[in-house]
């Protein structure tokens, strides 16, 4: 993924403390581990740039839900009912889980934290897991008017996420789509006065007049995340591009829930592209590659239709690569999170970041190609994760991590919410 380095090479990867510091064929230094690698591929550590981890413990609950049906039943029902301990083990528990699959940056949008202990529980148990991660502060429904509230963002940066290598502080902001134009305009100014990513979503509808207040205060910049994005203008996608707004697509989620049709293709048109979340667990799997894979079929799928209704025929040659739909699960999800000088790419002074495949598996071998080989691998090819040059997974099996205990906390945590959503939809536990 480093511009300056060809696709894929066969090479050695020198890393000292949590850094990469070189990279080149038969690297010589004495009195250094060795890990022999044959046979694998490497690649950045995988970026999950958007998930409402503190769902978890209800995972694939509401796979057949529909938007409308996940708003009510989760946010309007459920989310009342969370605790700080289930937001902790649903925080732990969901890192862990991505770091399996080999995620080693996640974006954690969360916005079930009604009171600090909420918020520390979360932060808490992201830091547990060992994840890098930016924990993007939200907050519970709150009215258009109802400004972000900037004290538990200061109390994070002065305490809780002061001076942690593996932890930044974001803030999930209700946006110009959810909120007046001067709430809208305060949150992002608040955002850009301490050069956090503000993130916020947009789905399914034309702006509101939000939007063109914010546009015109000048606040939409690099640290502003959009997630979804789905049935802005061209004219809109433009503006945002042109101001440097990063966007983050949930294609799994959003083709399954409703939100309308990804961005992605709007956003190769105006020379951008999109960074990749799973969104909620609730719904589908947390596998990053996952969400690549279906991103690139389905804008591959579009854009054969357009030609051929065009022309009569599908297209010739593909109009999106392996390598792009891979880098949007690094390289853009590195520059949705702030993050794009230190993770996402292979190369001296970067974090050392990484993840391994397991190429030698029946699934994937022969490796022909080994960009396509790393975007097809499944949880059962990540065979190791290094985070900030420290192992967190080695020979198929995370490290330091009581699964057994997680699970079974996880699983208290989920059946006890769950029976809230059966009692709300007349159904109870057999």
């Known amino acids: 993924m480093s511009p300056r380095r060809p696709d894929a090479e066969r090479v050695d990867v020198l890393i000292e403390g949590n850094r990469i510091v070189e990279i080149g064929e038969q690297i010589e230094r004495p009195d250094v581990e060795t890990v022999d690698l044959t046979g694998r591929v490497i690649i950045p550590g995988l970026i999950n740039a958007h998930l409402h981890t503190w769902q978890s413990a209800l995972r694939l609950a509401g796979a057949d839900w529909t938007l409308l049906e996940y708003l009510h039943r989760m946010h309007g029902v459920v989310a009342q009912h969370y605790t700080p301990d289930d937001i902790y083990i649903g925080n732990l528990a969901g890192a862990l889980n991505q770091i399996n699959c080999g995620t080693t940056t996640l974006g954690d949008w969360c916005h079930n934290n009604p009171t600090p202990e909420h918020t520390d529980a979360a932060v808490e148990g992201l830091q547990k897991s060992g994840i890098r991660a930016v924990f993007l502060h939200g907050t519970p429904s709150r009215a258009p008017d109802v400004p972000h509230p900037l004290a538990e963002v200061d109390r994070l940066l002065d305490g809780p996420a002061r001076a942690q290598e593996l932890l930044t502080v974001g803030m999930a902001i209700a946006g110009p789509q959810h909120s007046t134009s001067e709430v809208a305009v305060a949150d992002l100014r608040a955002a850009d006065e301490r050069d956090l990513v503000a993130s916020m979503h947009q789905s399914g509808g034309e702006p509101a007049a939000a939007w063109e207040a914010v546009r015109s205060a000048g606040l939409f910049g690099p640290r502003t995340n959009i997630v979804h994005g789905a049935s802005l203008s061209v004219d809109w996608v433009d503006i945002l591009v042109g101001a440097g707004v990063s966007f983050t697509s949930t294609p799994e989620n959003e083709l399954s829930h409703g939100h309308c049709t990804p961005i992605t293709g709007q956003l190769l048109c105006h020379g951008a592209a999109p960074s990749l979340g799973t969104d909620t667990e609730t719904a589908v799997s947390g596998e990053i590659l996952t969400a690549a894979r279906i991103a690139l079929a389905h ?132």
């Open 299 to 430: 804008q591959r799928g579009l854009d054969h239709q357009q030609h051929r209704q065009a022309t009569g025929m599908m297209s010739a040659t593909a109009s999106v690569t392996s390598k792009q739909a891979l880098s949007w699960a690094t390289v853009e999800g590195a520059r949705a999170l702030g993050l794009a000088d230190e993770v996402g790419r292979l190369e001296p002074g970067m974090r050392a970041d990484l993840v391994v495949i397991d190429a030698h598996a029946l699934n994937l071998w022969p490796a022909h190609d080994p960009v396509a080989t790393a975007l097809h691998a499944s949880l059962a090819n990540i065979e190791a994760v290094m985070i900030a040059g420290r192992w967190r997974k080695r020979d198929h099996s995370l490290i330091d991590a009581d699964l057994d205990e997680v699970k079974h906390k996880l699983w208290e945590s989920g059946t006890r919410l769950l029976r809230q959503v059966n009692a709300m939809s007349g159904q109870y536990d057999a």
